[in-house]
Structures are given as structure tokens and as C-alpha cells.
């Protein structure tokens, strides 16, 4: 990986001759993303067009601003084009046709509460892979956590007497409750599923794939396509969809910021208030709509 972002730094500075602070603001872009992969166990060379997407939606959520997701964009199209043209990739996994608005910040894409049932619903509990999927959706709407922390999760980190799972970082941990349908789902796996999917009775991993060993990020985003695709969503869902809902719904009934801040892991409430500014828009719309006299 270093060897590779080394080449680069030298073919922007040697070949391209860029300008001081064109290689600063490239390699920053570029240290900051790798730096992210390393937390995944992911080589740059072997990042996927699903691991691109979910950095850029990690800057949004981290509050990063149209142009800087934008220009964090360009500086990847620039490095994996690199890594193409120089032979040490056959493709880039940075789609061709992906683009964010400059100078807007996007507001998440979320479920409606019809949807999401509808979502939770596809799952076919009769066979081991129907209630592990039905467990993972329904813990991940019910805690909002991010797709790596639900592909983290250890068997260790529920608990099925309290209700709650903890989720771990390097920096903190957290505890979140789980209602009684993910709580059913979660326990019906464990209790009975989960044993006869593993490749190694020593297996740490809450949720496997079919070959027994921890779920992937890239078999969990195929796994929600295909439910999407099941439950005939137009909308384009994303793990991040179910975290943003999760997020909207608590506050349309009644939660409080610094709670679902504390829910979600967030370390600056700036983060979180962006919700808060989709419910207010909405209740603008309705108002438009509906007041006799908008």
C-alpha cells in the first residue's frame, strides 16, 4: 500500500511536475482514505467500487462539504487512474459516472416507515441464510450502527438478557437496545442457527457468510440489493440508508439530538443535526402543502 501511494507522490511530483500544493492536497486525500482502508483490513489495490462508495458517504456523514467530498473524488479518480495506466491495476474501482455537487451537501436518501417494514419483510425465515439476513436487518434498523460495525460485531458483544449489543472502536464503545422484533430475530439466530453456519466452532464472528467465516462488507451490500430488488424499492438503499432512517425516525417520534448523537457514535452533534434539518424541511413541505393560506 505505502509503496503504491509512494509511486504515486513521485509521478505527481517528478512526471507530472504538479505544484507543491497540488501533490499537498492529492496525498492528504489520498494518506486520509488509505488510512480509512487500513481500519478494514483493505489494501488500496484491492479496494472495490463499494468500498468508494461508502468513504464518500462516510465524509458526508462526517459533515465534509460538497466541494471537499468533490474534490476527495477527483483525487481517487486521479490515483486508481494512475495505478491502471502504470500496470499495477487491470481496472479502477472508482465508477466513471459517480460525482458529487460541488458547494451542496447532499442530504441523506432515507426509508419511509412503509418501506422499511416492507424491507424487513423479504427475508424467507426457512432455511439458516433466511434468519441470518432477517437478523441482520433488523439489528442494523433497530441500532443504526455502520455496515463495519455490524460485519464487527463478535458473539460476545450481545447481550440477549439485556437487549442491547456494544459496539467497540478504537477510540470508545457503546451500548444500544434492540427492540423486541430485532431481539426475537437476533435470538432465533444465535440460539439456533448460527452454530450450524460456522466453519470453526472457535469462530468469533456474530454474523458468517455461507462458508462460515465473518461476514464481508461487500457480501452484506449484496444481501440488501437483493432484498431491495425483493421488495421492488426504487429508491437505491445502501447500509447508510437503513442508518439515516434510523436516525429520522427517532427524531420524528420524539428523540432528542444528543441522544440519537450518542445512538449513532457520532463525536460532534454537527453531525447529527443534519437529520434534524431533513425533519424541519419536511414539515415545511407539509406545511406548503396543507396551511390555507401557504
Known sequence: ???????????????????????????????????????????????????????????????????????????????????????????????????????????????????????????ACVDAKGYRDKAMLEVMYATGIRVTELI??????????????????????????????AMKALSVYINDVRDTMLASPGEQALFVNVGGSRMSRQGFWKILKHYQSAANIEKDITPHTLRHSFAVHLLENGADLGSVQELMGHSDISSTQVYAQMINNKLKSVYEKCHPKA
Open 152 to 181: 464487527n460485531l463478535d458473539i460476545g458483544d450481545v447481550n440477549l438478557e439485556l437487549g442491547i449489543i456494544k459496539c467497540a472502536d478504537a477510540k470508545k464503545s457503546r451500548a444500544i437496545p434492540l427492540y423486541p422484533a
Open 1 to 123: 500500500m505505502l509503496d503504491l501511494i509512494h509511486a504515486y507522490e513521485n509521478y505527481l511530483t517528478k512526471v507530472k511536475q504538479a505544484s507543491a500544493n497540488t501533490v499537498s492536497s492529492y496525498m492528504r486525500d489520498i494518506r486520509q482514505y488509505s488510512a480509512w482502508l487500513q481500519q478494514l483490513e483493505i489494501d488500496v489495490a484491492d479496494a472495490s467500487q463499494v468500498n468508494i462508495s461508502d468513504y464518500l458517504s462516510k465524509l458526508q456523514e462526517d459533515g465534509r462539504s460538497g466541494a471537499t467530498i468533490s474534490r476527495n473524488l477527483a483525487s481517487l479518480k486521479n490515483f486508481y487512474s494512475y495505478l491502471v495506466s502504470s500496470g499495477f491495476l487491470e481496472k479502477s474501482p472508482v465508477p466513471g459516472d459517480i460525482h458529487v455537487e460541488r458547494g451542496v451537501k447532499k442530504l441523506p436518501q432515507i426509508l419511509t416507515g412503509k418501506e422499511v417494514e416492507l424491507l424487513l419483510a423479504q427475508p
